[in-house]
């Protein structure tokens, strides 16, 4: 099993900027695939960014950008730079991770999943 844990949501105004993290555990060596999604109340889950092997990346037109992310291997964890961002990035914000090497934000093609962490941004 592999378990993922986010961390550095928060509260920022229109303009501001976040770094989210996400460690993940377990067994992880496999794991090549991360992925960044949110959720908005009311609202389907949203692919936000994905990382394959360290280097090859993507993110939705909505946050290209604003929005990076990133890897690194020694502390297994993935992150997502948030900059310049606006009251519509206002979600809850999962971390995902999958063993197939794809570069998709299909949240259907992901099989581990974190717990989230609130972004809230205000105008």
């Known amino acids: 099993e592999v378990q993922l844990v986010e961390s550095g949501g928060g509260s920022v105004q229109a303009g501001g900027s976040l770094r989210l993290s996400c460690v993940a555990s377990?067994?992880?060596?496999?794991?090549?695939?991360f992925a960044w999604f949110r959720q908005a109340p009311g609202k389907e889950r949203e692919g936000v960014a994905v990382?394959?092997?360290?280097?090859?990346?993507t993110v939705a037109d909505s946050v290209k950008g604003r929005f990076t992310i990133g890897r690194d291997s020694a502390k297994n964890a993935v992150y997502l730079q948030m900059n310049s961002l606006k009251p519509d990035d206002s979600a809850m914000y999962y971390c995902?991770?999958?063993?197939?090497?794809?570069?998709?934000?299909?949240?259907?093609?992901?099989?581990?999943w974190g717990q989230g962490t609130q972004v809230t941004v205000s105008s």
């Open positions: 995902a991770a999958d063993p197939s090497v794809t570069l998709t934000l299909q949240a259907t093609r992901y099989k581990y």
């Open positions: 377990g067994f992880t060596s496999n794991i090549d695939n």
């Open positions: 990382i394959v092997d360290y280097l090859t990346t």
